[in-house]
């Protein structure tokens, strides 16, 4: 167990939040005797890690609050899917579906991948699915399910009695032609399904509906049991308000968002969540990751080239700093996982307490000793032109006498992620380059001097030999030239592992023949 003191000093996020978190909503959480943390979700698109990360995070300030409270903890994910359909997803098959049934709930469209009975659905158990992955604890709540079976209903009344202070909240943010038009209220059309965003003529407090204009026809509507659902901002106060949200965090493109939605719930006459702005994700453009352009590395890729574990370090790691979240990153922040694996077995109370992985891994780090970093292994693979793990187990034995399969799982798992990550990304990016004469001089007195070498010489001494091999080509005063030409080469990359461990890994032969076949 963690010392009171150190969690007290912390300045760890998860705990800073968490503390936070206690501190703004003291009575409310001792009055219900539990606390409610919210995460949300569009499914207007396939989930993707975004998604995914509001769900990490959260669970990483429930961790925290389990060292500073007994009380009972609840992460609800909520779906919208009740949310009319606006625009058609770039990276969905079949998309005439869609087409035909735009502005629809997302749980009265047809899918178009015919695997569930609407595309909400879909949607829905795609994220629960993953999230299922990672083990996540959380409850599942469906905007859909939670209006028609009027378990919204006493708040909507709420809402309806003070429908005219929420509009006076809204109207100011909005421009004059949408003032027109705006209602907290979207009545979903009982002839065509299609959710309605036109002003309402009238409120019947007495009876819970509204009179709107269609299309030059006045029709009555009740609010309750979903024959209407809340425009955005006040959908989200309603359901803060219903489900006596403590927390929730959100990106920072919704923080307007989030303060009319505060204004909102205080109308209502109850207290809004604590709440935590982070950063969006980028694409490798700069762009913001989307659900209907399905930009990005996708949820499935990432965890087809590393771990869940890796992918929630992401997570954690700068959540209010501006991150790019595509397929070349995931080299480093599985190193990064690697190095702060390593680094714990040094660390006392105060320090541990920081580490990344202790957040990610709810307090227990493995204790797996790191055999070499995952862009080393990367290198191997393409050195040995392995495609199978039985293969690279081979060359790993050949160094790391007495070490097996079963004592080193996380290693294990590392390799099959980096023969898909070579094969599937690296591959493709290959451009080696061809030395002129000088080059290919000095590259053949490289081999001459690895004819010097046995497999018993350390990677220093390796190192050594291959800076002074440099040193005698031409390379005196210009060794990272001579290091990014042996990269090229070889790597068919300007950058590389450390070429006196990579050698003596691979082998004194194997590294020979390897750079005779690029010189052909």
């Keep these: 167990m963690i010392n009171k003191e150190i969690i007290e000093k912390t300045n760890a996020w998860p705990f800073v939040e968490a503390k936070k978190l206690l501190r703004e909503r003291k009575k409310y959480i001792e009055k219900k005797g539990k606390i409610t943390l919210q995460t949300g979700y569009g499914p207007s698109g396939l989930p993707h890690i975004g998604t995914f990360g509001e769900v990490a995070r959260t669970s990483m300030i429930v961790n925290a609050l389990n060292y500073l409270t007994d009380l009972p903890k609840e992460i609800i994910t909520f779906s919208d899917d009740l949310d009319g359909l606006r625009k058609i997803p770039e990276n969905i098959p079949n998309s005439k579906v869609l087409q035909e049934n735009l502005h629809k709930p997302l749980t009265n469209i047809p899918d178009p991948f015919n695997k569930f009975k609407s595309f909400g659905e879909h949607n829905n158990n795609m994220l629960k699915n993953f999230l299922d992955k990672f083990k996540f604890n959380y409850n599942f709540k469906s905007s859909t399910e939670l209006y028609k079976s009027g378990f919204f209903n006493e708040t909507l009344n709420i809402v309806l009695e003070n429908y005219q202070g929420i509009i006076d909240i809204i109207l100011p943010t909005l421009g004059k032609e949408r003032q027109k038009t705006y209602s907290p209220f979207l009545p979903i059309c009982p002839s065509t399904g299609v959710v309605l965003e036109i002003p309402i003529l009238e409120v019947n407090k007495s009876n819970s509906k509204i009179i709107f204009d269609n299309n030059g026809k006045k029709l009555e509507s009740s609010i309750l049991n979903g024959n209407c659902k809340l425009q955005w901002k006040v959908d989200w106060a309603m359901r803060w308000y219903a489900l006596d949200v403590d927390f929730e965090m959100y990106g920072k493109d919704l923080i307007e968002s989030a303060i009319l939605s505060t204004k909102i719930i205080k109308l209502l006459g109850k207290s809004n969540p604590s709440g935590f ?70 660390q006392n109370q105060e320090k541990i307490i920081q580490n990344p992985l202790w957040h990610v891994h709810n307090g227990k780090i493995p204790e797996e000793k790191s055999i070499m970093s995952f862009s080393m292994l990367l290198n191997l693979v393409e050195a040995s032109n392995a495609d199978s793990k039985e293969l690279l187990w081979k060359f790993v034995k050949k160094y790391k006498k007495n070490i097996t399969e079963n004592k080193f799982p996380i290693f294990d798992n590392l390799i099959d992620y980096a023969i898909n990550y070579f094969n599937e990304v690296i591959k493709l990016k290959k451009k080696y380059k061809k030395p002129n004469e000088n080059e290919k001089k000095a590259l053949e007195a490289l081999i001459s001097t690895l004819d010097k070498c046995n497999d018993d010489m350390s990677p220093e001494d390796i190192q050594t030999l291959i800076y002074s091999i440099g040193k005698e080509n031409g390379y005196e005063e210009k060794l990272r030239e001579w290091f990014k030409l042996i990269y090229e080469v070889v790597f068919g990359d300007e950058n590389g592992p450390r070429l006196g461990f990579f050698i003596k890994f691979f082998g004194i032969k194997e590294t020979k023949q390897l750079i005779k076949d690029k010189l052909k």
């Design 277 to 346: 702005a982070y950063e969006l994700f980028l694409d490798e453009k700069g762009e913001k990751i989307s659900k209907s352009k399905g930009n990005g590395i996708t949820i499935d890729e990432w965890l087809d080239y590393a771990s869940p574990e890796s992918l929630s370090l992401y997570m954690y790691q700068n959540p209010k700093r501006a991150k790019k979240l595509y397929k070349e990153i995931v080299p480093k922040t599985v190193d990064e996982y690697l190095d702060f694996m390593e680094t714990q077995k040094k």
